[in-house]
């Protein structure tokens, strides 16, 4: 049984940072693409990141790019997302995903999803 747990969400003042941890069971790993989305109250879940399968490519939504940093530990099945300078627009819960391939990268179709954790940043 495969599963992904978010952990590492929480309040923070804007500005300030964060670091998302998801740990991964039930799959080979270092065969899946990981993300990071975000769905706001009210919103549509979106794309915030993505590493490749070793980790050598990294792809992130524009509204993030130069804030957040997506990394990947495949000898521990761990995917982090630090995230810096956060704005209040930023919150959100935030989901890990994993995926085959690389095709459709940012939608929402991935194959496996955790549960998301609670990233709020105040004014």
């Known amino acids: 049984q495969v599963q992904l747990v978010e952990s590492g969400g929480g309040l923070v003042q804007a500005g300030g940072s964060l670091r998302l941890s998801c740990a991964a069971s039930?799959?080979?790993?270092?065969?899946?693409?990981m993300g990071w989305f975000r769905q706001a109250p009210g919103k549509e879940r979106e794309f915030v990141a993505a590493?490749?399968?070793?980790?050598?490519?990294?792809f992130y939504a524009d509204s993030v790019k130069g804030r957040f940093t997506i990394s990947r530990d495949n000898a521990k099945n761990t995917v982090l997302l630090q995230m810096n300078s956060l704005k209040p627009e930023d919150t959100a819960v935030y989901y890990c995903?994993?995926?085959?391939?690389?095709?459709?990268?940012?939608?929402?179709?991935?194959?496996?999803w955790g549960q998301g954790t609670q990233v709020t940043v105040s004014s």
């Open positions: 995903a994993a995926k085959r391939t690389l095709v459709a990268l940012t939608t929402d179709v991935y194959d496996y």
């Open positions: 590493t490749s399968w070793s980790g050598a490519s990294a």
């Open positions: 039930g799959l080979s790993f270092s065969n899946y693409i």
